[in-house]
């Protein structure tokens, strides 16, 4: 057992992927603290207490397991839970934050309250849990942070809510990875492919058929998506990151999914526009001379065309 005592905050851990990181985190050995007040996909609560069935699987693995159904979006609620885990255990090794939501509507459709449910329960679910578990793995000089992104943050239609969100949390990872760095706290983010409630309900397998059908994705693309595989795929390289083999990974986001995980590359400036002269200030006309030359190559997404090119 690679975690066996250490001891796990799983944030929105009580369904789908949080559930399957909850008893892979188990079966290492870990004893954990599955945070969860239930609720629908579009974040509507309910009774269903999921966190307590969790822990109970938990349990039968011959670890210790608490649930706990507070609001991960509440910052004081987050550091209740912190500071009761470090009470009761002695010490917080490990956070893992899997809670979210999704509202999907075009930017014209969304309501604000559509916006700021969803960045409440990716982001700052995040921010609130990275602060106070923060605080106590840097005085233990010791602890890792697994966050969930999402191949959204690279670009998505009808979800610039879900996408915004997932984009500042692969900001965050990487600030969390050299703020807390030094004091032996690793943080890295996963974008999962899975089939969840979240992923695969029958508005989203709709969306599939149509997109089939308009010539969107192909028949290999529509059948990948028809038949992805369950959280329990994403559970492993969570525990891997948990582990003391993945010490020196840090700040880094990983495509995970059936068979196959992936590292992103560092951003970096594919090419540059100098000007020496006149203090470094571009005129207009020196724009269009050289902006053609710097957007070589790079394709406007929607409608699909070189940068640049007559409307």
Excluded at 84 to 109: C, F, H, K, P
Aim: charged residues 20%; proline residues 4%; glycine residues 10%.
């Amino acid at each position: 057992m690679r975690l066996k005592d250490k001891v796990a905050v799983v944030v929105g851990g009580g369904r789908g992927i949080g559930r399957a990181v909850c008893l892979g985190l188990a079966q290492q050995g870990a004893n954990i603290v599955v945070v969860d007040p239930g609720g629908s996909r579009e974040g509507v609560p309910d009774t269903s207490h999921p966190a307590e069935s969790v822990a109970a699987e938990c349990r039968t693995l011959g670890v210790a397991s608490w649930a706990r159904n507070e609001d991960a979006t509440d910052f004081a609620a987050a550091g209740s839970v912190v500071a009761d885990t470090v009470a009761q255990s002695g010490r917080l090794d490990i956070l893992v934050n899997t809670a979210g939501v999704l509202r999907e509507r075009m930017i014209w459709n969304m309501t604000e309250d559509d916006w700021d449910a969803v960045l409440k329960v990716h982001l700052k679910s995040c921010f609130n849990f990275c602060h106070h578990a923060g605080r106590v793995m840097r005085e233990q000089r010791d602890g890792r942070i697994v966050l969930m992104c999402s191949t959204a943050w690279l670009a998505t239609m009808g979800q610039s809510n879900y996408g915004a969100a997932k984009g500042a949390i692969w900001s965050f990872t990487r600030a969390l990875a050299r703020e807390l760095g030094s004091y032996g706290v690793t943080c890295n983010a996963l974008c999962p492919t899975a089939a969840t409630r979240m992923t695969m309900d029958e508005k989203v397998k709709a969306g599939f058929r149509k997109r089939l059908e308009r010539g969107l994705i192909d028949q290999a693309r529509y059948d990948a998506l028809m038949n992805m595989g369950g959280p329990e795929l994403i559970a492993p390289l969570v525990a891997w990151l948990c582990s003391a083999a993945a010490a020196d990974v840090n700040g880094q986001t990983f495509r995970c999914l059936q068979g196959r995980i992936a590292v992103y590359q560092e951003p970096f400036e594919k090419a540059s526009l100098v000007k020496t002269g006149d203090g470094g200030l571009f005129t207009l006309d020196e724009l269009d001379a050289g902006m053609g030359s710097l957007m070589n190559g790079i394709v406007n997404p929607a409608p699909r065309r070189p940068a640049g090119s007559p409307n």
